[in-house]
């Protein structure tokens, strides 16, 4: 085979391999915007729900006290549905990262296998003396590939901690409401 032909089976192999990375991402992307809908319109249900029984309530108010009441009741409806509706959407949104992140490490660590398949190649059929400048490609995609790794690793403990936070805040919301109830 020439070198010619290796470098079109090359650019063939990788035209393909972008064009299925190209939908991967947008299955995802596609999948993430029906769960955000999904998500928005149950909320516009519930709220609308809500806003009525609210307002069915509002005419049955007979005094101050009463009043006072309902709209306690309704902030603290308000805001456990916020919870909620913030929860699941940090949830959707959390699971589509996720999914981009694993899709961009794996193109990545295509295109590096890919790359240093190359140099081997290149390597066997390379002139007398070319061995210096192949190590040296090779080590820098090593020192490539190590900081692509404390990138992702860095992105991961980000995401860990983040997911935490929220987590952390949620409950802690939760145990504000739950505790204004009681009072």
């Known amino acids: 085979m020439t070198t010619a032909n290796v470098a079109a089976e090359q650019f063939g192999d990788f035209s393909k391999a972008i064009v299925d990375t190209a939908n991967k991402f947008a299955k995802v992307s596609f999948e993430s915007a029906e769960r955000l809908f999904a998500l928005n319109l149950e ?12 307002a069915k309530s509002l005419t049955s108010v007979k005094d ?3 009043l006072t009441g309902l709209r306690t009741k ?7 549905f916020l919870m909620g509706y913030s929860k699941n959407f940090y949830e ?9 992140t694993a899709l961009v490490e794996e193109r990545v660590g295509q ?3 890919s790359v240093a398949d190359s140099l081997d190649k290149v390597a066997k ?3 007398a003396g070319a061995d210096v400048a192949i190590a040296a490609l090779k080590s820098s995609m090593a020192a490539s ?9 860095a992105s991961k403990q980000f995401t860990t901690f983040a997911d935490t936070a929220i987590k ?3 409950e802690s919301t939760t145990k504000a409401t739950a505790s204004a109830k009681r009072k």
């Open 43 to 54: 909320a516009s249900k519930v709220g609308l729900e809500e806003t009525s029984k609210s």
């Open 111 to 113: 295109i590096q296998k």
């Open 74 to 80: 309704t902030a603290e409806t308000g805001l456990e």
């Open 64 to 66: 101050v006290q009463e």
């Open 92 to 100: 959707i949104s959390t699971a589509a990262q996720a999914q981009y």
């Open 168 to 170: 952390t805040a949620s």
């Open 145 to 153: 590939t190590a900081a692509m790794d404390s990138v992702s690793k």
């Open 125 to 127: 059929s390379a002139p």
